[in-house]
């Protein structure tokens, strides 16, 4: 069965960074997009990263360009989330989330992700 398994949140005073793992398995890895989501308490779900298996560009949304990187080892089937300049209003818990079938980052919509990790939290905090 596919597994997705978050791991590296945890505590991080505002400017810091944390870089954050999804390790990915039970599944061939063709074509595919894996993203990252976040929710806060009382908010909806954001996407707010995702890379593609292809050439196609990378997606990062307003709130964290600049800040966050996606990157992926594609040997390992992991992707990661590497964020600096942290900001209190970043805490959260951030979910990855695979697309088996897609390509492109271009669209992402939460009953498009076939799978979800349970997540791992962020908190940043004085």
């Known amino acids: 069965q596919v597994q997705l398994v978050e791991s590296g949140g945890g505590l991080v005073q505002p400017g810091g960074s944390l870089r954050l793992s999804c390790a990915a398995s039970?599944?061939?890895?063709?074509?595919?997009?894996m993203a990252w989501w976040r929710q806060a308490p009382g908010k909806e779900r954001e996407r707010i990263g995702c890379?593609?298996?292809?050439?196609?560009?990378?997606f990062y949304a307003d709130s964290v360009e600049g800040r966050f990187t996606i990157s992926r080892d594609n040997a390992k089937n992991t992707v990661f989330l590497q964020m600096n300049s942290l900001k209190p209003e970043d805490t959260a818990v951030y979910y990855c989330?695979?697309?088996?079938?897609?390509?492109?980052?271009?669209?992402?919509?939460?009953?498009?992700?076939?799978?979800w990790g349970k997540g791992t939290l962020v908190t940043v905090s004085s």
């Open positions: 989330a695979l697309e088996l079938r897609g390509s492109s980052c271009i669209f992402g919509y939460e009953s498009g992700m076939d799978y």
């Open positions: 890379i593609s298996s292809s050439f196609s560009s990378p």
């Open positions: 039970g599944f061939t890895p063709d074509d595919h997009t």
